[in-house]
């Protein structure tokens, strides 16, 4: 099943709308965090020691899939529990749970790439393999 | 195929990450704002408006499936092209083709709801069916 | 000199910008959070318990200078020591140090009023005077 | 008085908090745009391309200041009003009214730096000297 990491977010009053509920793009920023957090808690180096040693700047998505299943206002503690469920050549499928206490509140699943910059001086980035040591510390 | 509405947007350098590229919880931020000016063109009334004479306070987010194509940066000029391609009891299904010029940087479908509040003082909000004529204006 | 609550943030690759530094509209927000968690720390209900009590929703913003001394990047954590430094009428001054370990970052101070829905169904809102049993938790 | 750029914004709805207004880290993101949005306008090329020919990355905050005069709220269509009012050997002063038609809404007066990289992997900014080119395409 590989790893499972836990990623605590505390909902603020600016996290809300005027439906006074979470503003849908702030889980995305949550679940951002939550994926480096991942990272971070299995033993990963931050990426920008990455891109020193590894060429890696980041794990940029390519596909996310999400259902809202309860919505989540301010005062709420929020654990989302992450994990990588699949390993392809150049991507990763990587999963979240977000829970409050036992309820469920949204269920997300995401293609990720490990991307390196472009050579010159264009920006953008392009996908590498995903490095055999950083596999190993996260499955 | 309902009316199109294109809805544009301006990428700003603090959309951006430290690759560069648009940070993507940013794209929902700009997707949900397509959707709110998909119904506004379409001459549906603001919904502080609507929640007046229909009790409808939004459209939250049931499911959203996103593919990210090509990255944008700063400087670019992104069009959102927006539908909706499906209604279903009291969900509707809307799509969103985000072009730079005549390059596709993300597609994304969702399925969303016309919410209205729970009754009393509790958080929270209900689904409630698609009003005649809201669907008959974007249709 | 009153109470000081210490607010703790991490910082996330997301509140990075190109330049690689925190984006500064995000340490608005985390001051935002700050404030509100002061209260709360110093014992003031939620803002949707003290609707219902005392027909506040919460302490918007007058005023604000903040002088930025340090950057900070992702992987930082930062405490924001935060303190009611004065009471006026029916506004008040909220102060916050920003630190990384012992280097300050920003330091701010706000002029925030208690605020109420004005009456009716208009958006917007009113002034109204400190609670005194608020401004005693605080003190 | 030097160069007045006006930018516009549409307030959205995820833009506005709980109290339906508009939360005010947002006039920040908005502000921020607005500023670069200045440099652009006076015919200054952008970041990316200035990294290259003079090493300027930005132009980060150093110290600002807004008081908040009305709220604004979703629907609202926002002039950021821009100059910059005073240049300082590596600094300058940048002044923005935030009107709604001739409802002033917000004012905020900046000290922002010239920034180029510091030299090595080490993240972090320092400021330069305004190149004169620059300085006189803004007055």
């Not at 849908?24 to 020691?49: K, L, M, T, Y």
């Not at 264009?122 to 590498?128: D, F, L, T």
Request: glycine fraction near 6%; charge should be neutral.
């Amino acid at each position: 099943m590989g790893k499972e990491v836990i990623h605590r977010v505390q909902v603020e009053f600016g996290d809300c709308d005027p439906a006074r509920i979470v503003w849908f793009p702030n889980f995305f920023r949550w679940i951002d965090a939550a994926s480096r957090n991942f990272f971070v808690q299995c033993g990963v180096p931050p990426w920008h020691e990455l891109e020193q040693s590894h060429g890696i700047i980041g794990t940029p998505l390519v596909d996310t899939q999400a259902r809202f299943i309860q919505t989540a206002s301010y005062g709420d503690r929020l654990d989302i529990h992450t994990r990588i469920t699949e390993w392809r050549g150049r991507s990763f499928v990587q999963h979240y749970r977000v829970m409050r206490d036992t309820t469920a509140i949204l269920e997300c699943t995401e293609v990720r790439i490990f991307a390196a910059r472009r050579s010159g001086s264009e920006p953008g980035i392009r996908a590498v393999e995903a490095p055999p040591d950083i596999r190993a510390m996260c499955s």
